[in-house]
């Protein structure tokens, strides 16, 4: 079921006024910890849950069922609390196994708000004619797919549990199961809670589905416009990995995120790409970029810190993501063609700018006037103007107020493809004319 697109503007800005910064203490130490998460203990848990004993891991079977066993042991080794049914790890449905891991909460005010982080650890098998690529009737070690996102998500619970302060809210670790018949576990899970958390209701979920594949510094994200203010967030979780983010607008169900964005919770999932050997007997574990699990474990880890710690309300949901496509994106990051321009006054720092319903605090840059103080300290076509000389920009209102009210020179910060970018510009007398 999707929601018509609604371009209008939204006349409350959420959470985007906060400042996305964790209050120092428990920043410090979450910088520090997160180089816990490391490549080669990452591998070993990549190396064990795609090996062949365990047969492709499907959902129920055998296999299935070791690897399920694999994780529990390791969650069991590390100390982290239980959260499936009955104080055990273990939330069953059928013949699968969700597998819950909870680091508790230090602010009582907000113990019931559940941040979730979770990766599926069933894949496919031996395969079958509508699950495969081919050729079926082999293990299928679902290495990428996605040992690698259960291996970054024993990382981060490791590094979670080990913060010397925890973060305000309590944080889920979900490894689901059934995924690839049908997104079964995250749909369970959504209907029924556990009983040793049943109170507790999701206000932010990060799904984490195939890391194995970082190509470059590029990452994919998606649900970045299921809440206004959870973009900004992001960029700001980003600023300590500086990787690409490659923003993909629509939400379809092909992964653990899609539950939760239907059931109107702000959602966002990473993604490292499809390949060659994707549902295939050959996604094995020497294929897996390590460096890439470790760095997108700790992005992932800097999100749901920042997000568990941030102070008051979280952003709320936003439902016109559902409808939300690429074409759509297209429209609002189009540049201005020439023609478009008119012969009115040049700019004065040489940009036009356009806003986007799903991040209003974060103007988009649509014109750059070629020869002008911003083309020359290099701003680009799709830059958005997340800052003016240290301080947020709110919305494209204050921000020409304030470029306006500035003489010679400004700082901007800027959000380039997720990542943060500082540009001192000097505005230059105007050529004679
Ligand atoms: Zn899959």
């Known amino acids: 079921m999707r929601c018509p697109l609604a371009w209008v503007l939204l006349a409350s800005l959420g959470w985007g006024c906060l400042t996305p910064f964790m209050p120092p203490l428990v920043a410090a130490e979450a910088s520090a910890a997160r180089t816990g998460i490391r490549a080669a203990e990452a591998g070993r848990h990549v190396q064990a849950l795609s090996d062949d004993a365990f047969e492709g891991r499907e959902g129920g079977s055998r296999g299935g069922r070791a690897a399920g066993a694999y994780i529990v042991e390791t969650l069991r080794g590390l100390g982290i609390d239980p959260a499936g049914d009955e104080g055990t790890y273990f939330q069953r449905f059928g013949t699968m196994r969700n597998i819950m891991a909870i680091v508790p909460g230090s602010d009582p005010d907000l113990a019931r708000e559940l941040v979730v982080v979770g990766a599926h650890y069933d894949h496919v098998g031996y395969g079958t004619p509508s699950n495969s690529y081919g050729p079926t009737g082999l293990i299928h070690n679902g290495a990428d797919d996605n040992a690698s996102g259960v291996a970054g998500l024993l990382e981060i619970a490791e590094v979670l549990h080990g913060l010397p302060t925890r973060p305000r809210r309590p944080i889920l670790l979900a490894f689901w199961d059934g995924e690839e018949k049908g997104l079964l576990g995250s749909w369970h899970f959504l209907r029924v809670r556990p ?116 102070p008051g309300g979280l952003p709320e949901f936003r439902a016109a993501c559902r409808g939300e496509k690429g074409a759509n994106r297209d429209v609002l990051e189009r540049a201005v063609p020439p023609d478009e321009v008119g012969s009115g006054p040049r700019p004065r720092w040489g940009m036009s700018t356009r806003v986007d319903p799903g991040d209003p605090t974060a103007p988009v840059v649509v014109r750059v006037v070629p020869g002008s103080p911003l083309a020359v300290a290099g701003l680009e076509i799709g830059d958005r103007i997340i800052g003016i000389d240290g301080e947020a920009v709110v919305d494209q209102g204050m921000m020409i107020h304030r470029l306006a009210s500035t003489e010679n020179a400004v700082t901007l910060s800027i959000d380039r493809r997720g990542r943060t970018r500082t540009l001192d510009v000097q505005r230059v007398a105007p050529p004679d004319r």
């Not at 998606?222 to 690409?244: C, H, K, Q, T, W």
């Open 195 to 310: 009983t040793g958390i049943a109170p507790l209701r999701p206000v932010f979920s990060l799904n984490i589905d195939m890391i194995g594949r970082l190509r470059g510094d590029r990452v994919e994200v998606y649900g970045a416009r299921s809440a206004i203010g959870l973009r900004p967030m992001l960029v700001a979780a980003n600023r300590s990995s500086d990787l690409e983010l490659a923003f993909d607008w629509e939400i379809v169900d092909d992964s653990d995120h899609y539950p939760f964005i239907t059931a109107g919770v702000p959602t966002l999932m990473l993604h490292t790409g499809l390949h060659d050997e994707y549902h295939r007997p050959s996604d094995d574990a020497h294929l897996v970029n390590l460096i890439g699990v470790e760095a997108v474990g700790r992005l992932a880890f800097d999100v749901v810190t920042l997000v568990a710690d941030t």
